[in-house]
């Protein structure tokens, strides 16, 4: 089975947008989770979620079996959900725009 958790370098992108939002990369923990997506005869798979401690703050990195994102987070980024349109698929590019977004989040 395909691993669709994200790649350190990945990883290495999203801890260096935590540090340019100037945020401390230690108040984030990554954990897993199944994915949402029905597709593909409804197989399930891990997902990478990244959670800011303490709190009920989470942004998941949703993936599907085609390589794109569909990203998840709470608060949500209506903002950019509204401006990417409704089926909220997203390439990485996309995917760290979305995060970016979340981080500045009041």
Known sequence: MKDYLLLRTQKNEIFEC????????????????ITNIKQHGGNEYPVSLLKYLNTDFYFKFDHDT???FYCKSHPSTR?????????KKYN?????????????RD
């Not at 935590?18 to 989770?33: Q, S, T």
């Not at 903002?79 to 089926?87: P, S, T």
């Not at 990485?92 to 500045?104: I, K, M, N, Q, V």
């Open 18 to 33: 935590i540090k340019n939002a100037g945020l401390i990369p230690l108040n984030f923990e990554w954990g897993e989770e």
């Open 92 to 104: 990485w590019d996309y995917a760290l725009l979305h995060f970016r977004e979340w981080l500045s």
């Open 79 to 87: 903002y950019i959900d509204d401006k990417l349109g409704f089926n």
């Open 66 to 68: 085609l390589d794109q």
